[in-house]
């Protein structure tokens, strides 16, 4: 099966624009220009936010019923209306409507890419290998996120709608390579609707303990490794960095995070899967504990949250496929990811509290204790419950 060989190579190649981000580290300076306020920003956030948890798990049952390339297709399509709208917005309204668009794009493309690639190599027999492949897809793409927020800069100095225009282009380009795609062999879902959503949240998810609790496990590491982004912006506000410096780091932060996905790999040859969870873990706290030294170097440590999260998506991903039948799979992982953005939705308010009622480091210190505390409670539920397999060969 050959053509589903050069399926892998496309994704790689969709992660190197379905990445390019252009836009990110000029979005305030634009809201700015075009005249929105502070409040309305944190509004905008909030409304991208809902729209996904709206969408999430509905469009990942689509994708299963109506087919993966199909809803990458019209995923692409939303992008391209969104950034569209995006690129001549001058006021809040168009600002929100492209927002949900970009939010249902992102909620239909959640988790698929990472299903093709599993249901090939299912074909292929080389389901060992996934890891690995979505490890390396994740480098790439990641790569590509931090080369594009460094260009968008760039064009923003000239303008500060050239970066969407950027960013217009290289969502068609992802369209054209998508359109490449071959749709891996799989069962599909029957027809009672009701009950497939039963059997993916109820039978699969919330029943099998294995998933429920290495979803919790990735939730909660996820959560932490978000705040701690979170954390590294204020931290480099307290040191006064200068703001041009802002996107340098985000882009070195995004090349960390390839790092990560690159090393995942080689990790399960060697370690035992509880094993690599606990080190990602101590790369976490070791990342906060050092994010505390009042010198300018330690803007260094954050860079190890980055560097974890890049290692945990592929390993957490490797866990929950193989515990999922072909039919829902992206139904059931977009459940997955639903859990991990509750998850960040509790924590972020906590951690705002903390931070703004006493401290930074306090706020660190906390995040610490949940990630130690919870974390190690999933960990030891996920590895009794035998999600967790050992040293792969």
């Known amino acids: ?15 190197v624009f379905e990445m390019m981000l252009f836009t990110v580290s000029i979005l305030l300076p634009f809201f700015v220009s075009i005249g929105l306020k502070t ?21 990942g049952y689509i994708a299963d019923l109506i087919g993966r390339k199909k809803i990458l297709i019209i995923s692409e399509l939303v992008a391209i209306i969104g950034f569209g709208i995006y690129s001549q917005a001058n006021g809040f309204a168009a600002v929100a409507f492209a927002e949900i668009l970009l939010a ?23 389901q060992s290998t996934y890891q690995q ?21 760039f064009l923003a100095a000239i303008s500060l709608r050239l970066p969407f225009y950027a960013q217009l282009i290289s969502t068609v380009i992802a369209l054209i390579i998508i359109l490449t795609f071959v749709e891996p062999t799989r069962s599909r879902p029957h027809e009672e609707h009701v009950e497939n959503f039963k059997r993916a949240l109820f039978g699969i998810f919330l029943k099998d303990k294995r998933m429920l609790w290495s979803s919790l496990l990735f939730a909660t ?14 931290m480099y506000q307290e040191k006064h960095l200068p703001v041009a410096w802002f996107g340098i780091l985000f882009a070195i932060g995004s090349f960390a995070v390839a790092l ?21 873990m101590a790369i976490v706290v070791i990342g906060c504990l050092g994010m505390n030294i009042p010198a300018i170097w330690a803007v260094a440590f954050t860079l ?90």
Request: glycine share 6%.
């Open 260 to 280: 990560g996905s690159i090393i995942s790999h080689r990790l399960q040859k060697k370690m035992p899967e509880w094993a690599q969870y606990i080190m990602i």
């Open 304 to 393: 190890l949250p980055r560097m974890a999260w890049g290692i945990l998506t592929p390993l957490s991903l490797t866990v929950a496929n193989r515990m999922i039948d072909s039919d829902l799979r992206v139904t059931v992982l977009s459940i997955r990811n639903m859990v991990d953005r509750l998850m960040y939705v509790a924590l972020a308010p906590l951690m705002s509290f903390v931070t703004d009622k006493y401290s930074l480091p306090a706020a660190l210190s906390t995040s610490m204790v949940i990630l130690v505390a919870f974390g190690g409670v999933a960990l030891w539920k996920t590895n009794r419950s035998g999600a967790l397999t050992g040293v792969k060969a």
């Open 104 to 126: 249902i794009s992102y909620s239909l493309y959640s988790g698929v890419k990472e299903a093709i690639i599993y249901d090939s190599l299912l074909l292929l027999e080389e």
């Open 221 to 234: 590491i996820s959560s932490i490794t978000f705040c701690s982004v979170w954390f590294s912006q204020i």
């Open 1 to 15: 099966m050959p053509h589903l060989n050069r399926n892998i190579f496309k994704v790689y190649l969709y992660s």
């Open 133 to 153: 492949k979505t490890g390396t897809a994740g480098s790439i793409g990641f790569f590509s996120e931090g080369v594009t927020c460094i260009a968008g800069g």
């Open 39 to 59: 409040s309305d920003v944190f509004l905008i956030q909030a409304i991208f936010a809902i729209t996904v948890a709206v969408f999430e798990i509905p469009s």
